[in-house]
């Protein structure tokens, strides 16, 4: 008998964190998660982040709500309060996250104006004392993505001791983007491509922290490159890839997780998705808001540029449906 976790998946010698698809701003919402999960079964997924202020003073279930199907999906929070992070995460416990994520990477001018993202590198103890609070708060793990550095804050003792002073609050979860952050005059696009990657600084840090789960983020594209860096680190995670060809991830539960499922066609995954897009154009969701997620699905494919035109340019019109999609469907079989 195949032992199952509690979500009815294929129990493995591995943790989900073992691959994950990062969170993205404006991309991973709960659409686009709910279509990742038709692809792989044990992928840990992120949301995009929320800010703290979102979630206490705007309608938190809009962002909150989700499938559970998606699971393992975690909650990725934008703040640097200590009381409103542990009010929110306790808001991610209540929804059924798997996790909560405290985001110390983002770059942009917006996040840096609220105090949060990636400047909170050069303030560990007030990282420090956020988990604690959520730590103190809820059950969950609750853990740190961040980047190398920031700025001319970017040695190897600085960045030791911010993963020391925030593991010591009670984080043993940390995914590391391997690039610094300039915090002035790069763009967030800019900041995830010019300052270089740094795979040598991520496996010093697990070397010099081998109790600590440490999880590579940046510049991996295919699995080759993943299984050099699972050789060295716990995890691996990965992001517009994914989301420009989604279709890399019906091959990671058996690559990841030695997985027994069959890898399910393009066509299969687009006809699994049909029920979930009437059940959500009945509450009111456009069709875009979901289709716009699944243009890279076809990516690479004969007939790639007529799925993606046919979508794009019907998805966003007034009482667009599943017709939509069915037509662009028979668009790919040529």
């Known amino acids: 008998m195949i032992e199952t976790n509690k979500y009815g998946h294929n129990a493995t010698k591995y943790k989900a964190s073992r691959f994950c698809v990062a969170p993205m701003l404006d991309w991973t919402d709960r659409h686009c998660r709910y279509f990742y999960r038709l692809l792989s079964k044990h992928a840990f997924l992120y949301s995009e982040m929320v800010t703290t202020g979102a979630l206490i003073h705007g309608d938190r279930h809009r962002f909150l709500h989700f499938d559970s199907t998606e699971h393992p999906v975690a909650l990725q929070l934008g703040g640097s309060n200590p009381n409103d992070l542990a009010v929110c995460a306790s808001m991610a416990e209540d929804y059924g996250y798997a996790e909560v994520n405290l985001n110390v990477g983002c770059p942009s001018d917006r996040v840096q104006n609220g105090r949060f993202g990636a400047c909170l590198m050069a303030e560990p103890d007030l990282v420090a004392e956020c988990v604690d609070a959520m730590k103190n708060k809820v059950a969950l793990p ?32 940390f995914i590391i983007h391997a690039r610094k952050a300039w915090l002035k005059g790069l763009s967030p696009k800019q900041n995830r491509e010019v300052p270089p990657l740094d795979y040598e600084r991520v496996y010093k840090i697990k070397a010099s922290f081998p109790h ?21 680190v716990d995890g691996v995670m990965i992001g517009r890839e994914i989301y420009h060809n989604p279709y890399l991830l019906a091959d990671v539960d058996a690559h990841f997780f030695d997985g027994v499922a069959e890898r399910p066609s393009r066509e299969a995954v687009v006809q699994a998705l ?12 456009r069709l875009n808001s979901i289709v716009r997620h699944v243009l ?20 966003p019109k007034n009482g667009a449906d599943v017709n939509v999609l069915f037509n662009a469907l028979a668009l790919t079989r040529g």
Request: some cysteine.
């Open 274 to 285: 049909m029920p979930y897009i009437e059940q959500r154009l009945a509450e009111g969701v």
């Open 212 to 232: 600590l789960e440490i999880i590579l983020n940046g510049g991996i594209t295919h699995f080759d490159q993943a299984d050099r860096v699972l050789q060295t």
């Open 142 to 173: 609750v853990t740190v993505k961040s980047r190398i550095g920031i700025d001319d804050q970017d040695s190897f003792d600085e960045l030791a001791h911010f993963i020391d002073t925030v593991a010591a609050a009670g984080c043993s979860v």
């Open 296 to 315: 890279g699905l076809f990516h690479g494919e004969p007939h790639a540029r007529s799925w993606r035109r046919h979508l794009s340019e019907n998805g």
